[in-house]
């Protein structure tokens, strides 16, 4: 069965400091994996996906995610957060097995303080 | 900028009621989904179509809920009657052609409240 996990509830960054907000899959196959935004009162963003190809995909508000193939991690990554990245995040994989819908994770509550 | 929209934004409701909530997907998307948020449940999806006809429904409550698409442009998430464990964020999402490659693209939820 293909599942995804967020293993950490709440981050908190400072304003300025690099960030990194975790997720690990397991998966039949090739993953095919995505990260999306949620802010308060509003529908989840797309933020960028990973399909193939380079390990370093890069998305929407300089943020960037590193897929690994060996640790089957695919975390989203931002060099110098901001007050306004904080929000909640989605890390999903495709279900190959169930008409490709997405399988998703508990989310993460990331806090940038000023 | 094409969009998800979703109506209404927001409803409150007495236990019994029926409730109706709508989605208009992005122009040219196959695939529309409607998911259900809460804090205990995380997201939950509800029901799965593509080109109009329902791939998975397994996920909603049959007794009371019920999902159509009566055209290309509407996709409706019927609750009859509501009770209060109902009430929750819905969210309706629209894709391409539900491949492994493609994008979900989420409207911006309607917030009901039954009580």
């Given at each position: 069965a293909q599942?995804?996990?967020?293993?950490?509830?709440?981050?908190?960054?400072?304003?300025?400091?690099?960030?990194?907000?975790?997720?690990?899959?397991?998966?039949?196959?090739?993953?095919y994996l995505f990260?999306?935004?949620?802010?308060?009162?509003?529908?989840?963003?797309f933020l960028l996906k990973y399909i193939t190809g380079d390990n370093l995909v890069k998305g929407s508000y300089g943020f960037e995610a590193e897929f690994n193939?060996?640790?089957?991690?695919?975390?989203?990554?931002?060099?110098?957060?901001?007050?306004?990245?904080?929000?909640?995040?989605?890390?999903?994989?495709?279900?190959?097995?169930?008409?490709?819908?997405?399988?998703?994770?508990?989310?993460?509550k990331l806090i940038i303080k000023p | 900028d094409a969009r998800v929209t979703q109506t209404p934004r927001?409803?409150?409701?007495?236990?019994?009621?029926?409730?109706?909530m709508r989605c208009q997907p992005i122009l040219g998307h196959n695939t529309v989904f409607w998911y259900r948020q809460t804090m205990m449940q995380g997201l939950e999806l509800l029901a799965y179509f593509r080109n109009r006809a329902p791939l998975d429904d397994?996920?909603?409550?049959k007794d009371r809920f019920s999902a159509?698409?009566?055209?290309?442009?509407?996709?409706?998430?019927k609750i009859q009657p509501s009770e209060p464990r109902d009430s929750a964020v819905y969210f309706c999402a629209s894709g391409g052609d539900g491949g492994r490659t493609d994008t979900q693209y989420f409207g911006p939820g309607t917030r009901l409240t039954v009580l």
């Open positions: 599942s995804v996990a967020q293993p950490e509830d709440q981050v908190n960054v400072a304003e300025g400091n690099p960030l990194t907000v975790k997720c690990t899959y397991s998966v039949s196959g090739n993953p990260w999306y935004v949620q802010y308060p009162n509003r529908g989840l963003q193939k060996s640790q089957t991690s695919f975390h989203l990554k931002k060099p110098s957060a901001l007050v306004s990245d904080s929000a909640l995040y989605f890390c999903a994989v495709r279900d190959m097995d169930s008409n490709y819908q997405l399988i998703w994770g508990a989310g993460t | 927001h409803k409150v409701t007495e236990m019994g009621q029926e409730v109706t397994s996920g909603m409550p159509e698409m009566p055209d290309a442009t509407l996709a409706t998430l």
